[in-house]
């Protein structure tokens, strides 16, 4: 059974720090391309990090360049995101998404709840 889940959440102040988790069972992970989505309320679903297999290489949402650190730990089956300085439009319900290059199987998480607020 596949399972993406997402931890990590939770309210922090303008200019804190939050480090997202997701950990994934039921696939093999290291074969699969991992990214962080975001949806904000009453917006449509956002691409906010992904990262390569390996972890060579990592693209980032201009919003979020230069505050977000997109990794993964593939003997543990983990993709983490550490959010720095953040605004309150980084509110949002964040998801992490699986899915295969090759082949376009394509899971999701079912979120947590990030809150910037003071």
């Known amino acids: 059974q596949v399972q993406l889940v997402e931890s990590g959440g939770g309210l922090v102040q303008p200019g804190g720090s939050l480090r997202l988790s997701c950990v994934a069972s039921?696939?093999?992970?290291?074969?699969?391309?991992m990214s962080w989505y975001r949806q904000a309320p009453g917006k449509e679903r956002e691409s906010v990090a992904g990262?390569?297999?390996?972890?060579?290489?990592?693209n980032y949402a201009d919003s979020v360049k230069g505050r977000f650190t997109m990794s993964r730990d593939n003997a543990k089956n983990t993709v983490y995101l550490q959010m720095n300085s953040l605004k309150p439009e980084d509110t949002a319900v964040y998801y992490c998404?699986?899915?295969?290059?090759?082949?376009?199987?394509?899971?999701w998480g079912k979120g947590t709840l990030v809150t910037v607020s003071s």
């Open positions: 998404n699986a899915e295969h290059p090759v082949f376009g199987m394509n899971y």
């Open positions: 990262i390569t297999r390996r972890g060579g290489s990592t």
């Open positions: 039921g696939f093999t992970f290291s074969t699969y391309t």
